[in-house]
């Protein structure tokens, strides 16, 4: 009899440990908006190449990469629920601390930031064959901005990693935030570039730190 | 017992397939808090310096002590023992200080090129350091913060202590006759963690030997955050240092208690933040940072005019949000130049970091002020061992002869007071005054 309450609790064992998997699915998600701190308006960003937003489960080694969407969101909303280290790297503003965030279903983590470079006063027009941008710069840190540049693109999600055509400037210089910059753009000479379609154009500038990011202001649709 | 078995079984699986639940008897009741404790509250009636926002102070070696003097030291700190002491061919120092306005002056074993003999001065006398107060005045440089080396003041050392006493006598009293901010800078370099804990006995006995916290015999000695202020460097490099984080954060504890009786800066390494490089990769340095009110990272040696902004840029933004974030204050540390040629005997450090007649200096100003730093560290005022001093050195072509080796001058070209009359630019900038840029200003 002792042996057969052996037994039974070694298959009690067995029944209550041995199951496949006993986890949820990835029922969690984390998602939220970089805003400017000053402006409150969202922090433009690049899908491609661009800020992401590392995140490492506790105990676990390897972290995960969200991507940020151009407009300055994100959205992952299949990550499973557990206390992860979140940290935005590569990115166009200035660093911010890891955090420790513990995601309970679907979970929004905004963050405020400074960006590296405001481009503000930012217009784009056509005139003749040309798309002409002027804006402002105002930049946040002291380090020089080594690229502005004028992107465009058939998708939305323009940006200097994602253009077919571009009109750069290198400045390598701190930006004077009383001038006007211009970078004008000559249709005719961008084979891509097809008059009779619609584009967006979109304005970026880029500070000398590390692995940091354009900055931009938003993107504009124009007909060819 | 086939039952008592199937029982067990399910009472066991009902454990293991189970949510963890709260059932069991209620907590007993939470002991009553103890009752808080009342933060000291100092008079602060007639004190000048009320917080280091927005001033500009630089730090006081003061440990220099010259053969004849009454500390009885030698050629302390002119001396270098790789080399064989204080004599051409061999020193520590690589700047010479301008020894035109001092009043008590010692010959030392260096000569001019016309055989006139080269004077220094001695920190131990009370009429050299109102000298330097007086300096300060002058410039504008709103005070010092005055360095004392634990490994310096330890009963071992009688000496030792004897002259750091003497040396903050002297510029206590000057502090005051000058209206100079005043405040003491502990150094760990070289601790054990005895060391360590053996500062608060020794920052205890100044507290009653000075009266430093009396607003009468004291009124320049700098608060913040309503307590007297007081400085403890040298916490969280990885250079292999005896004592620990841990232990600092234990001596902060101790100093501030209960009462939070001062409030603490502390010198940390320059990658603090992001624990890398010069930095212990050990987060409990923020959480020790956290604790203290103000915190000063290490710039010295870290950049040079080239990568400044480079170096810099993303560090002093990345500083100034962490701490405004985290309620502690910041201030960034500036210096002119670097040169370690005879304290290293080794003549390719001459100069290793150029000054470029104030250039990197004001970028660093500039640098700090328009990345929305309060106030500054300058490193130092009168250190001339590894060629950071702002107070009036010698000029080229003025200076002693140093055998097969060399003193540097401040150029030709710009006057003996030319870094002290920069560092009163950047003072007056960061008091609102003036109108500057990054543009070196022109005298």
């Known amino acids: ?224 | 017992m086939k039952k008592y078995a199937l029982i067990l079984a399910a009472v066991f699986l009902t454990l293991s397939c189970s949510k963890k639940t709260s059932s069991g008897p209620p907590n007993p009741p939470e002991p009553p808090d103890p009752p808080p404790v009342q933060e000291v509250v100092y008079d602060e009636t007639g004190c000048l310096f009320k917080s280091y926002n927005g001033l500009v102070m630089a730090g006081y070696q003061g440990w220099f002590a010259a053969e004849g003097d009454a500390s009885e030291r030698g050629w302390y700190h002119f001396q270098n023992g790789s080399c064989g002491g204080f004599k051409p061919g061999c020193s520590t120092i690589d700047f010479w200080p301008d020894m035109t306005e001092y009043t008590k002056t010692y010959p030392s074993p260096f000569q001019f090129a016309n055989g006139t003999n080269a004077k220094l001065y001695s920190p131990y006398d009370e009429e050299t350091i109102d000298l330097h107060f007086k300096w300060m005045q002058q410039y504008g440089l709103d005070g010092v913060f005055m360095q004392r080396f634990v490994g310096e003041i330890k009963n071992t050392n009688p000496k030792g202590k004897r002259h750091f006493n003497k040396v903050l006598e002297n510029a206590l009293k000057a502090a005051k006759k000058y209206s100079r901010a005043i405040c003491v800078m502990y150094d760990l370099s070289g601790c054990s963690p005895e060391d360590v804990a053996y500062l608060e006995q020794d920052w205890n006995e100044l507290q009653t030997l000075f009266k430093l916290f009396d607003n009468v015999q004291n009124p320049t000695y700098l608060r913040h955050n309503k307590k007297p202020l007081v400085v403890i460097w040298g916490v969280g490099f990885n250079d292999n240092r005896k004592y620990t984080i841990s232990d600092v954060d234990k001596l902060v504890d101790k100093i501030k208690g209960p009462t939070k009786k001062v409030s603490v800066m502390l010198g940390v390494p320059y990658f603090w933040r992001t624990l890398k490089n010069d930095t212990e990769n050990s987060t409990t340095l923020h959480t020790l940072i956290k604790k203290t009110d103000v915190i000063m990272p290490w710039a010295v040696g870290r950049y040079s005019n080239d990568n400044y902004t480079n170096v810099a840029g993303a560090e002093l933004a990345g500083d100034i949000q962490w701490c405004a974030t985290n309620k502690v204050d910041y201030v960034p540390l500036v210096f002119p130049g670097f040169s370690w040629g005879n304290l290293r005997n080794d003549p390719s450090l001459y100069n290793s970091i150029p000054r470029l007649k104030g250039d990197f200096l004001w970028k660093q100003v500039a640098g700090a002020k328009l990345s929305g730093a309060k106030s500054l560290y300058v490193a130092m005022f009168d250190e001339i061992d590894e060629g950071t001093a702002i107070y009036k050195c010698a000029r080229e072509g003025e200076l002693p002869l140093h055998a097969d080796k060399r003193f540097v001058g401040i150029d030709a070209d710009l006057p003996s007071d030319h870094y002290l009359w920069l560092t009163g630019q950047a003072v007056k900038w960061f008091h609102g005054e003036g109108t500057y840029n990054s543009t070196r200003p022109v005298r």
């Not at chain 1, 000053?38 to 080694?61: H, M, P, S």
């Not at chain 1, 390897?62 to 909303?77: A, E, F, M, R």
């Not at chain 1, 930049?139 to 004028?150: A, D, E, P, R, T």
């Open chain 1, 1 to 224: 009899m002792k042996k057969l309450s052996y037994i039974l609790l070694i298959s009690a064992l067995a029944a209550s440990s041995c199951k496949k998997d006993n986890y949820d699915g990835p029922t969690a998600g984390l998602s939220g908006n970089f805003f400017d701190v000053a402006t409150k308006a969202l922090v433009e960003q690049d899908i491609i190449r661009g800020t992401q937003i590392e995140i490492q489960e506790k105990g676990y080694v390897v972290p995960q990469y969200l991507i940020v969407k151009n407009d300055g969101t994100y959205s992952n909303t299949l990550l499973f629920a557990a206390t992860y280290t979140v940290k935005p790297i590569r990115t166009n503003f200035i660093a911010l601390e890891a955090q420790e965030v513990t995601l309970n279903g679907q979970t929004t983590l905004d963050f405020n930031v400074t960006p590296y470079i405001r481009v503000t006063n930012a217009s784009i027009v056509k005139s003749g064959t040309k798309v002409i941008a002027t804006f402002k710069l105002q930049q946040n840190v002291i380090n020089n901005v080594n690229k502005i540049g004028l992107y465009a693109h058939e998708d939305f999600r323009v940006g200097e990693p994602m253009r077919q055509a571009e009109t750069e400037r290198d400045l390598n210089a701190v930006s004077d935030p009383n001038a006007t910059y211009t970078l004008e753009m000559d249709i005719p000479t961008k084979d891509q570039l097809k008059t009779g379609k619609s584009y967006y154009f979109r304005i970026g500038a880029r500070i000398d730190i590390g692995e940091a990011r354009f900055n931009y202001a938003p993107t504009v649709k124009i007909d060819l």
